[in-house]
């Protein structure tokens, strides 16, 4: 099955020239653009036969979306530090409206800012993470989009041998009807270094009632030198009258680790890929992944774990929660080239239907060229919740729905734990709590 490149009113060589002359960015950063437009045109909107029958975006309307032509940081823009962090960026549709950094994470040399700002502060690193394109998939059609018509860029820097303990918080506002931010956000973590970083994802005025959709089109690029340990977790809460598509890309070094945990509860259509590329020797990933959707909405989760050096680590979980008309596609890879010697890697992807009426897709898959591995192994389900454990429950005492609900919410609370600030977590258990209502009238 053959699929089109992506049709986008927004999308041209023309607009991400535009776009690069309205933030006066230097020649390099123009010709990344012109490159990633090119390719964007050229590319279908899914490159992988295997998961081609599970592209929908009938539910996006990008006819009635007009994305900010220009970015900008607030005049008054220092905010207050949230409780536990160590830096906080608040982005309000396409401006930075909020920043504190403690004093801690200012004097040992953390940048978060702009790629305006980066560009006149840490222009090396920036350049160095982007130059080239290899910091987003090139096979990729939607992350293509992203590099060529960003509006707003984001650089989180740490530099080398820091121990940051406190998370950085980014949180995300937006929701206007008819208007949509498409963003970057790099995340270059120096050798040795330690950081964790919060996203919090929220409609700004609940599409200031009008009928038209928003639009949130974004990445996170990770670099991780030698040694390096990140902890990135994201809350996606936006309006249900949002489309949201997101790519994740890092390129881990020797001895270097990531640690995902992903929660996605709002937007009309949640469509991600992840990619980790796990090049260094003795680098290892953990990912963990939610999808909690009800009435008509669709998530779109795919991933891609390519294990490139000798001695790899990979353990991969996705999880899909759907009621009512909702719907799941949980697609993974794990790639094992042959110079992966000594790889161990796992994939599981799980999805649990609360309606006769939900439909929920697993596609876990292997691609081996090196046989000396540890590990290599998937498994996948697709079901109800099981009878055998409201059983158990009700004949402790505890009422059916209230079995059904604890039954769930265990389900998805891997995610929850591994978010790294504990205003967060309970943030994430409310919205979690919150869709119950919904499920238990549709039950």
Known sequence: MS?????????????????????????????????????????????????????????????????????????????????GAAAYLHVRENAVVGRAISPVAADAGIFIGTFEEALRDRPDVLRAALEGGESLPADDAFAQVARAISTLGLLIHVPEGLSLDAPIVVRWDLGTGGRGLVSRTVVSVGRGARASVLEVQGDADANLANDR??????????????????????????????????????????????NLALASIGARLHKSRIDNLLVGRGSSVTQVEIGFGSDDQLFDLTSYTRHIGQDTTGDLLSKGVFTDKARGYIKGLIEIRRSAIGTDSFLG??????????????????????????????????????????????????????????????FLEPVVARIPLAAAQDRLRALLERKWPEIGRAH
């Open 3 to 83: 699929v089109q490149p992506l049709s986008l009113p927004f999308l041209s060589e023309a607009a991400a020239l535009e776009r690069s002359a309205a933030l006066g960015e230097p020649a390099w950063l123009r010709d990344e653009r012109v490159a990633a437009a090119r390719l964007a045109a050229a590319l279908p909107a899914e490159a992988n036969l295997i998961f081609t029958p599970y592209l929908d975006l009938r539910a996006a309307r990008f006819g009635e979306i007009e994305p900010y032509g220009t970015s900008g940081v607030a005049p008054d823009h220092e905010a207050e530090l949230p409780d």
């Open 213 to 258: 959709q928003s639009l949130w089109w974004g990445t996170s690029e990770v670099v991780l030198a030698e040694g390096a340990t990140l902890s990135l977790a994201t809350e996606q809460d936006f309006d249900r009258s949002t489309i949201a598509i997101v790519n994740r890309q890092a390129r881990i070094g020797d001895d270097a680790t990531l």
């Open 349 to 410: 992807e799980y999805g649990m239907l609360l309606t006769r009426t939900a439909r929920s897709v697993t596609v876990p898959s292997l691609e081996i060229d090196q046989p000396d591995c540890r590990r290599a192994a998937h498994s996948s389900a697709v079901g109800p919740i099981d009878e055998g454990q409201i059983f158990y429950l009700v004949s402790r005492g505890i009422d059916r729905e209230t079995a059904r609900k604890l039954i769930v919410m265990g």
